[in-house]
C-alpha cells in the first residue's frame, strides 16, 4: 500500500517560514492535500491539489509538490498556527485515500 | 455553507454496534458531486478512513473494516449514518463526518468521540 512519511515536529519561531514535508514515490504524479488540526477540533483542509486554497484560508498557506516530496509552507509563523498538520493522497491503484501520519508544528 | 454534524451514543459495550449520523446542511446528500464519508481518530493518533457513499447510494469502504461496516444514506432527512458492528475497544476514537468530491475531504463534522469499555 501507498505511505506517506512526515516529520513528527517541526519548530520555528513567529515570524519565521515553516516547511512541512511529506514523502511518497513519485507522489509529485498524485494531488497532495494538507489539513490543519488543532487541538481539540475537527481537521481543517487547508490546500488541495498541491497548491490550491480553499476559500477562507490565508495566503500564509501554501503548497508545491515534486518528485518524492510534497511541502507545506507556512510563512510569517503565528501562534495560532501551532496544530498538526497532516497530507492526503488518494491513492488510484487501491481506490483508498492515504494520509500521512502527521506533523506537530510547535511555534517557539 | 455547508455544515455537518454527527450525533449517536458516546459509550459502548464489546461486541456492540456503532451506530451513528450525520446530518448535513446547507448541501444536499443528493448532490452528484459529491461523496459523504466517516473518518476516525483514536486519541493521540492518526486519520483512518473508513469510508464513503455517493448520492446513488454506491459505497466504498476501507478493507480494514469492510466486514464490519455499513454506510448508507437517508434524502428525506439529509443525512447519511455509519454502522459498526461487534466494537472492541480497537474502535474507540473520535468519528467525524464529511464530504468529499473525490479527492480530499471538506468539510467535516466537529466529531464525536465513541468509547468501547465494558
Known amino acids: 500500500s501507498y505511505v506517506l512519511t512526515q516529520p513528527s515536529s517541526v519548530s520555528e519561531a513567529p515570524g519565521e517560514t515553516a516547511r512541512i514535508s511529506c514523502g511518497g514515490h513519485?507522489?509529485?504524479?498524485?494531488?497532495v492535500q494538507w489539513y490543519q488540526q488543532k487541538p481539540g477540533q475537527a481537521p481543517v483542509l487547508v490546500i488541495n491539489y498541491d497548491t490550491d486554497r480553499p476559500s477562507g484560508i490565508t495566503e500564509r498557506f501554501s503548497g508545491s509538490n515534486s518528485g518524492n516530496t510534497a511541502t507545506l509552507t507556512i510563512s510569517r509563523v503565528e501562534a495560532g498556527d501551532e496544530a498538526d498538520y497532516y497530507c492526503q493522497v488518494w491513492d488510484s491503484r487501491s481506490d483508498l485515500p492515504v494520509f500521512g501520519g502527521g506533523t506537530h508544528l510547535t511555534v517557539l | 455553507q455547508v455544515h455537518l454534524q454527527e450525533s449517536g451514543p458516546g459509550l459502548l459495550k464489546p461486541s456492540q454496534t456503532l451506530s451513528l449520523t450525520c446530518t448535513v446542511s446547507?448541501?444536499?446528500?443528493?448532490?452528484?458531486?459529491?461523496?459523504w464519508g466517516w473518518i476516525r481518530q483514536p486519541a493521540g493518533s492518526g486519520l483512518e478512513w473508513i469510508g464513503r457513499?455517493?448520492?446513488?447510494?454506491?459505497?466504498n469502504y476501507n478493507p480494514s473494516l469492510r466486514s464490519r461496516v455499513t454506510i448508507s444514506l437517508d434524502t428525506s432527512k439529509n443525512q447519511f449514518s455509519l454502522k459498526l458492528t461487534s466494537v472492541t475497544a480497537a474502535d474507540t476514537a473520535v468519528y467525524y463526518c464529511?464530504?468529499?468530491?473525490?479527492?480530499?475531504?471538506?468539510?467535516w463534522g466537529q466529531g464525536t468521540l465513541v468509547t468501547v469499555s465494558s
Open positions: 446547507g448541501d444536499s446528500v443528493s448532490n452528484y458531486n459529491y461523496h
Open positions: 457513499i455517493y448520492s446513488t447510494g454506491t459505497t
Open positions: 513519485n507522489i509529485g504524479t498524485k494531488s
Open positions: 464529511t464530504r468529499d468530491p473525490g479527492d480530499w475531504f471538506h468539510p
